[in-house]
């Protein structure tokens, strides 16, 4: 059985930092490419960033470009989300997807762990 769990949100004042962790079990992880999408509110489930099965390429959303650092250790199964200079409006439940194919369409990927949300504050 396949699992992704999400670990490290909570309540943060604008300009902070966060890191969000992702370890997962029960699929062979170096095969899949991971992602981390994000959904606030009443919005639609948004792509953050990826990361290639061997960390050769990551993209990133414009809104977070230059601010989050997405990682991944395919020794210990686990992605990782950096998060600096958080600002109101990254304020959501972030997800880690994992997929065959490196894609920023939230239905290419095949895995996803339950949330860990993430709050903002002025």
């Known amino acids: 059985q396949v699992q992704l769990v999400e670990s490290g949100g909570g309540l943060v004042q604008a300009g902070g930092s966060l890191r969000l962790s992702c370890a997962s079990s029960g699929l062979t992880f170096s095969r899949y490419a991971m992602a981390w999408f994000r959904q606030a509110p009443g919005k639609d489930c948004e792509f953050v960033a990826l990361i290639t099965r061997s960390s050769h390429f990551t993209v990133y959303s414009d809104s977070v470009k230059g601010r989050f650092t997405i990682s991944r250790d395919n020794a210990k199964d686990t992605v990782t989300l950096q998060m600096f200079t958080l600002r109101l409006e990254d304020t959501a439940v972030y997800y880690c997807?994992?997929?065959?194919?490196?894609?920023?369409?939230?239905?290419?990927?095949?895995?996803w762990g339950q949330g860990t949300q993430v709050t903002v504050s002025s």
């Open positions: 997807a994992a997929s065959e194919d490196a894609s920023q369409l939230d239905y290419e990927y095949d895995y």
